[in-house]
């Protein structure tokens, strides 16, 4: 009788099988396995307990339908900022409202999200770091293809094809408030003081390689480095800048380099700031060797991208210059001793610094100060190997002779301009006369070296960085050619502007990037 009581209880919950006996799941000896709690989602919001998340993640529905969607407005979406939560200063968990476009924290009951979508209305949200769609306060996933608009905007993917095409491109973008604009050629907002860090970042941006490297995330992602290193920020900063500006899908015309100022304020320790003007000239080599460094970089010469796009080698020819007040005696001794010899030594370089003629003292008949010009042959000639500049340490005077050796892809040339001394800093105004087309670099070489150079030796200018103004007061323009199209754009922040290539050689040149002159450049130079 009992026996058949329990088959008849477990009949009627429908747990025996087919022999009528009760299924093994209902015996008692079976271990019910609970599952675990407490486990942290980053879905989830933080203000609440386990039980609570566990439940909420439970009742998160899917859904392909959402009445909300139409009340989304791209064109408030900015998606350049740091992505913390507007009330908590959070970055744990943040979501932006496609609403209004301001960020908060948390999707669950009480949460900072969720109390913005009660009380104003707004339901539709994007978690920052999952990139899933949320409807609150309902609380369901939302899975529709009219949104990878949004996701494109906030995180812009590059296929091997379209980075090809970049190179090529001649067509505009529209942008979604109907700017047309090229991309590439996209202005970047000044904050305070940042013009100098602009001009460097959109320089460097046309620099083919080094795009094309951080164009594909795959190239860099994978790179570990030890625990606690905040250097590589600064790459995964430097990554979506680059992605931002290229991008063909923006949302508005101009980019906003905020995150990267950031990364670079924190990796430089403060040294370069965004809330004071700053000397591009010092913040270049710094980047360069930040990101060389974060990517794994050592001293061989083909460690990272960087060295192997900028980097080339010298020899320096040192002597150190005898004492002018010594006896004869005392002279020859010293000749003999082998310490005022030439002595020669094999150099990497990055960038190369060059100086110009010191400006007139006085005015002319007009009681005008006449601006200088000098040509770039003229102070290119301090790499030939033959000319000798003096150079002053607190103990001993030295003649030093460079000689370029082994030229890379693209040359960085830094033409030094501020001259500090104990009260002030003083600006050199002489104009540099450069060709913008077929600089013959192979003429600093030797005869050897030269035969080494397989791949030429003539380099084209491809960008100019343009100091206008005084030390304290002055700005920050660049000029960068776009391939594509042929055209040279004139940039400062936000305003871009077409320029004839004739305009770009009578500027203040600060620093200069040539490009190297391939096979195929040659061929369109002929055609056109």
């Known amino acids: 009788m009992v026996e058949t009581k329990v088959e008849n209880v477990a009949a009627e919950n429908g747990k025996t099988d087919g022999n009528g006996k009760v299924a093994d799941e209902e015996k008692p000896d079976k271990k019910e396995v609970k599952p675990e709690v407490g486990k942290r989602d980053m879905e989830d919001s933080d203000d609440e307990s386990p039980a609570v998340r566990k439940k909420m993640k439970q009742e998160t529905k899917m859904s392909r339908h ?13 998606f350049d900022f740091e992505k913390l939560c507007s009330v908590s200063l959070s970055r744990i968990n943040v979501y932006a409202c496609l609403v209004c476009g301001k960020y908060f924290q948390g999707r669950g009951n009480n949460t900072h999200a969720y109390t913005h979508s009660v009380s104003e209305g707004h339901r539709v949200y994007l978690n920052l770091e999952s990139h899933k769609f949320y409807c609150l306060p309902d609380n369901y996933e939302v899975i529709d293809a009219s949104l990878g608009d949004i996701l494109y905007v906030l995180n812009p993917t590059f296929t ?40 460097i970042l959109q320089a460097l941006s046309h620099v083919e390689g080094l795009r094309n490297y951080f164009l594909d995330e795959n190239n860099y992602k994978n790179i570990k480095r030890p625990p606690g290193d905040q250097s590589f920020l600064l790459v995964q900063r430097y990554g979506e800048l680059i992605r931002k500006l290229w991008n063909p899908k923006n949302f508005k015309a101009h980019v906003s380099p905020h995150e990267m100022l950031q990364a670079v304020v924190l990796c430089s320790k403060k040294k370069f700031e965004i809330t004071k003007q700053g000397d591009a000239g010092a913040l270049l080599p710094w980047l360069l060797n930040s990101l060389h460094m974060a990517l794994g970089g050592t001293k061989k010469k083909k460690s990272s991208i960087i060295y192997q796009q900028f980097l080339g080698s010298m020899r320096i020819h040192t002597k150190k210059i005898l004492p002018p007040d010594l006896e004869p005696a005392k002279k020859k001794e010293f000749e003999g001793s082998g310490e005022y010899d030439w002595k020669v030594e094999e150099s990497p370089f990055l960038f190369l610094t060059s100086e110009l003629p ?19 042959y003229n102070i290119l000639s301090k790499f030939n190997g033959q000319t000798e500049k003096e150079y002053k340490t607190y103990k001993d005077n030295f003649l030093k002779k460079f000689e370029l050796v082994k030229l890379p892809k693209f040359i960085i040339l830094y033409i030094k301009r501020f001259t500090k001394n104990t009260f002030f800093v003083e600006k050199n105004p002489t104009i540099v006369n450069f060709p913008v087309k077929s600089i013959e670099f192979g003429d600093l070489l030797s005869e050897e070296d030269r035969a080494k150079h397989k791949e030429g030796t003539t380099y084209d200018l491809m960008a100019n960085i343009v100091h206008d103004g005084s030390w304290e007061k002055g700005s920050y323009k660049v000029h960068v050619l776009h391939k594509g199209s042929g055209q040279w754009y004139e940039m400062q922040d936000l305003h871009v ?10 500027t203040e040149a600060y620093i200069q990037i040539y490009e190297r002159r391939s096979s195929t450049t040659d061929v369109k130079m002929e055609t056109s």
């Open 160 to 199: 091997k094809n379209l980075i090809k095409k970049l190179e090529t491109n001649t067509k505009e973008s529209r942008a979604f408030d109907g700017t047309m604009y090229t991309p590439g050629v996209v202005g970047l907002n000044n904050i305070k003081a940042n013009d100098y860090c602009n001009v």
């Open 66 to 78: 959402c009445p909300y969607l139409d009340t989304i407005d791209r064109g408030v979406l900015d």
């Open 497 to 506: 502007s077409d320029i004839l290539p004739q305009m770009i050689t009578l």
């Open 358 to 376: 010191p400006p007139p003292l006085f005015k002319d008949e007009f009681h005008e100060n006449i601006i200088p010009q000098v040509s770039l």
